[in-house]
């Protein structure tokens, strides 16, 4: 429970016990991002409802999204600016990593927050108007378990830093399982459209990570943010998507 605990604190804005000062319970965490983003999706799909209830769509959907922002600290959001900022400086590696240590956004980490606000927005919109608020559960759990995903698959760019000493304390079984369940269920529940979903929101990822790996040799904290930012919008897309062609 202790690692669970540490996850939920690291991940959201919401209240936990006091957190253990063992090191283990903090490196083991990372097994329990999707159960995480399991309970985050919920939050979301009934905070949506309830939304619906009280306001027109297009508000509900603002306010949404804004309880999105609000109960995860913006802590992937910082991620998602930063790395547009490194990347969209078309300058060389030492650079790029130089420009995302930087406290300041810039202009690309501004645009690239507005167009992934308005894509977020429209598609939280378009799933509740189309009546199917409960998969708004998939896309913060789908990002979470692309995140494990990232942290054990993709190497970290240092030895030290937030990501080299999560990755030590994961296991090749508890990934395996971890992310097999997670799709299992996800299928099991919506069928077609989850495998749809599912499928789409996974390659979009990967071929993302990749990129960045590429570019810079590995990957940071930044990246993992900008990784779940990202999953969680090609999530909402796919969603919509699969309201029109599965």
Same mark, same amino acid.
């Given at each position: 429970m202790n690692a669970l *605990? /540490?996850? %939920?604190? *690291?991940l959201t804005?919401?209240?936990v016990p006091r957190l253990s000062a063992e090191t283990k319970d903090w490196e083991r965490s990372p097994a329990f991002y999707p159960v995480v983003g399991l309970l985050l999706g919920l939050l979301l799909?009934? =905070?949506? =409802? $309830?939304m619906q209830q009280v306001f027109p769509a297009s508000l509900a959907a603002v306010l949404t999204l804004t309880f999105w922002? *609000? %109960?995860?600290? #913006?802590? /992937?959001?910082? #991620?998602w600016m930063? $790395?547009?900022d490194g990347l969209g400086s078309w300058r060389d590696r030492e650079k790029i990593f130089a420009i995302m240590k930087d406290s300041r956004v810039g202009a690309m980490g501004v645009i690239a927050a %507005? $167009?992934? *606000?308005?894509v977020k927005g429209v598609a939280l919109y378009e799933i509740a108007s189309s009546g199917w608020i409960t998969m708004l559960v998939l896309p913060p759990l789908l990002?979470?378990?692309m995140l494990v995903a990232a942290i054990w698959f993709w190497p970290y760019v240092t030895e030290k830093g937030l990501g080299s000493g999560l990755r030590s304390g994961l296991t090749r079984t508890i990934v395996a399982v971890g992310l097999c369940g997670t799709a299992a269920a996800i299928i099991s529940v919506y069928q077609l459209r989850g495998l749809f979903v599912v499928g789409l929101s996974v390659v979009l990822a990967v071929l993302f990570t990749q990129r960045i790996h590429r570019r810079l040799g590995g990957l940071t904290g930044d990246c993992y943010g900008a990784l779940v930012e990202w999953t969680e919008?090609?999530? $909402?897309i796919a969603i919509v998507a699969a309201g029109r062609f599965v």
């Open positions: *605990f /540490h996850a %939920i604190a *690291f804005r919401l209240p799909a009934a =905070w949506s =409802w $309830l922002v *609000f %109960i995860t600290g #913006g802590l /992937h959001l910082d #991620g930063d $790395l547009a %507005i $167009l992934l *606000f308005m990002a979470r378990t919008a090609c999530a $909402l």
